[in-house]
C-alpha cells in the first residue's frame, strides 16, 4: 500500500497533476473499442470518463436507453481508462464485449494520461469544455448521469 502510495506521487510530480478548471482537456485523440481513431471536438463538449466497472455498467446501461447518436448529437464524449488492464484481459473478455455497443467508448490506454484524470473512488467525472478549456470537473454518481446531461 505505502508503495503504491509513493508511485502514485512520484508519478504525479514527473508527469503533471490532475486537470484543474481552465486546462486545456488533452488528448484531443483516441482510440475506440473498434480501434477507430477519434478526434475529439472540444470547443464545447462534455467528456464523460469512468474508471470502474460498477460506473462502467451504469453508464451502459444509461446508453442502453437512448438512440444511437445520442452522444454524437450532443458533442459528449465517454471515455473508459484501461491503462492499467491486462493486454490479455482486453483481447480476450473486454473488447469483444464493448464492441457490441452502438455508442463509441474512446480508451485511455496511456498511464500517464490517465495520472491526469480527475478521480474520485466510486464516481464517474465529468468535464464540460467551453472554448477548448475545462470549464467545470464534476465527480457524480454514476447511477444519476441523466441529471447531469442534456435532454
Sequence with gaps: MIRVFWLCLL?????????????????????????????????RAIVIVAFDRAEYYDINAFLKTKEAEYLKKRDIYYLNDISMMPESIWNYFVK???????????????Q????????????????RISSGKISQI??????????YLPK
Design 96 to 110: 469483444p464485449q464493448m464492441q457490441t455497443k452502438s455508442f463509441s467508448i474512446l480508451l485511455i490506454r496511456d
Design 138 to 147: 464534476e465527480f457524480v454518481d454514476s447511477k444519476e448521469i441523466e441529471k
Design 11 to 43: 508519478s504525479t510530480m514527473l508527469f503533471g497533476a490532475e486537470f484543474k478548471r481552465g486546462d486545456i482537456f488533452s488528448p484531443m485523440q483516441l482510440s475506440d473499442q473498434y480501434e477507430h481513431n477519434i478526434t475529439m471536438r472540444l470547443e
Design 112 to 127: 500517464n494520461i490517465s495520472l491526469k484524470l480527475n478521480y474520485q473512488e466510486n464516481k464517474i467525472t465529468l468535464y
